[in-house]
């Protein structure tokens, strides 16, 4: 067993990463002073999921349900949006069951990013960004 | 490989712990292979520095003062061969147990099947299983991908399918876990491990290769329904953990490139080494280690070279406290405490410990409650490894520990008591063994440094065990008797080979040592009386020839299971008379 050591050191700098868990945005700038309780980045966070089969919705094979789709990767939704649709007098479709964000598409299924909310990141100390 | 002792290696082997690194040097002397030194450092691996890298340089400085041998140049890199002068070393081994546990999520098919081994593999590593999916999960695929995406895991271990059995349902996990990689940010996917049906291998490949960080692929756990192989699996786990360690903290790379890619897990090494144990010691029994570490508690079961392992980190003495309330409580804590310590007392050791890991017990009240602490994890440990026992591993009585000889013990709170008799008690109240075994300290944690560096010298381990690296604590005969409280039940003569002679009457309840020196042979006289078993039989006596340890030859025959007294006061006072015989 070693016995742990303190070291007390005068004019030193400290220098601390801040880092977003997920893709965001830094709101801060090269120089700027902070205190700990600002927000210096954010991040949209997503909690939920919805997946949708389009292929049972719509009840065609994948490659057809994927031609079908009227939004792709990275669209946003609102809810009782018309995700899919088939052709003819009695249509079926698959609509958006709430606000969101299409996160993949194919396969026959489309993967819904829906009730995110704000990460904020917070400084946590005082200091100047480096 | 060296293929004589006139090309013999000096070998270097490096433990990064939680709290210490350590550099391990092991050289020829006198013709064998022998443990030579050990110097030790604090572990970088944490704040502030996040590097292990300086924690071994400075652990491998420390061997260089004690050993005055030269390992490093002055640009602080290892001096790779070993030079005439005695300088610099040929052959570098790592294991490595600092860090987090690692979030892993298991996945498989039936709970009872694929499932269940899946999570025994998960456990025999430094993991903390986050999410289970199986093919009788009721949750829709979205809340399974959600809970996958909550919980960021950094390992993921697919199983499912005996050779040429289903495969729909193992696709379909598939599908969810490639779209949980496929939303996480490159840099953060999970390693993910495939030890199911190997038909699937190549859909297993085109399905998440591109969407994990890497894919590694093994043998089925489950070749049929009634055959598990966890071995191959293992292996390839042990190995993905040095890659995880990667993602977490600097310096491993370099660790990985000096062993030549054989960077492993300490449990690994130690597990290694006693199913090698296993293989040479021919005794019938079993073959125990175990490894109190802050990171972690880990065992390792071997019998006949068949290995059966478990890796507990929320046992760990450090910063896993905090959470061991959560598996125990404190009565369950208190009861091992020889003194009076007030209940919040101990609650804050254990919480002030889990904030401060590396702290030493600096009072008699903290030893207590630290080597109180020793015991309950140790015993949960033991508790939770029994169902995972090999059923060929000799029991002598339903739900105690199956017979094992030798047992073999690591780790600081137990290595570093400030007395043999109390490193002693731990193991014999927290494990409990029965029969006739012998308890071995490794003090210097030396089994996985072993385990490790086989790899590159399979002389090595054999001859290092041989010059008396370990510490043998004492030879141990535990009865199984339901006399009651101070009935006689056993007789017991020591006759040392010189002719002197060492008696004693054992009874129910009674701790008795008799003295026999370090390294000395006699032979043991065990007369049961009754039907009290000392692992020969019931009623059934014999003689058995011993080696003293440290301590003698002890009779543990306090009972098994343990029975403390309900009253404090009662417990206390037996718990100081059983620590003042072996020594205090």
Redesign the interface.
Known sequence: ?????THILALTTILRERLL???GRVLVRLNQKVSPLDVIAEARLS?????LDIVRGLGVPPAAADRLLRFKTGDEVSKDAVIAQTSGLLPRIVRAPQDGRV??AGGGQV?LEVGDSGFELRAGIPGTVT | MPTSLVESDTILAIDIGA??TRAILFDVVDGRYRFVAAG???STATAPLRDVSEGVRRAIENLQDVTGRILLDTEHHLIVPSQSDGSGIDVFSATISAGPPIKTVVTGLLSDVSLESMLRLARTTYSRVVEVLGMNDKR???QQ??SI??H?PDLILIAGGAEGGASRSVEKILEIIG?AC??V?AS?RPIILYAGNSELAEEVQEALKAHSFSLHMSPNVRPSLDVEDLDPAQRILAGLIGEVRRRQMAGIEELNTWSGGTLIPTAYGQGRMIRFLSQVYDSGKGLLGLDAGLSAVSLASAFNGKLSMGVYPHLGLGESLAGLLRHTSLDDITRWLPIDVPVDVVRDYIFQKAI?P???PAAVESLAVEQALTRQVLHLAVQAMKPTISAEVPVLKAGQLPVYEPILAAG?AIT?APTLGQSLLILLDALQPVGITTIVLDQNNLAAALGAAAVHNSLLPVQVLESGAFLTLAAVVSPISNARYSAPILNARLILDDGHEAKAEVRQGSLEVLPLPVGQSAKLQLSPIGRTDVGLGPGRGGSVRVTGGALGVIIDARGRPLQLPTDPVRRRELMKKWLWTVGG
């Open positions: 067993m070693l016995a742990p050591v868990p997920m893709n909690r939920e999921h919805v997946l996160v993949a993967l | 709290a210490t030790q450092s604090t829709k695929p979205e991908l959600d995406l909550r960021q779209l496929f939303l940010p953060k401060y590396t702290t030493i600081s570093s």
